[in-house]
């Protein structure tokens, strides 16, 4: 939704994502990008209490139209477990975002729009 470069600079509002506040030990394969479907469930957003990362999925507010906003992902955060999702391996379990607005990235294209390395 956000341009990727601006997001690790934003005021990261609550709801956010609360976990282990610790660096990553490498570097995901996949990253959780959220598209324009998000609606942010009204303020009580699904997806965040799955995220097991401090501060890594966080509400950005709409300034043109408050209350209302929507969930961001820290790209330099997230570990790409894909427990934000809607759907576990193989589909197994509903959980996370019920309307699929979260996709799973390659790291290498958000790196090229990021203009640095995901590390």
Known sequence: MLPLDTIS?????????????????????????????CTGCAGSPACVPYCPVLDCMFWVPDADHPPFGHIEVDPFLCIGCKKCTSKGPDGAFLDGCPWDAIEMVPTEQIEAVVGKMVV
């Open 9 to 37: 600079t934003l005021e990261k509002c609550e709801p956010k994502s609360e976990g282990i506040d610790t660096p990553r030990k490498k570097k995901p394969k996949e990253i959780a990008v959220i598209t324009e479907c």
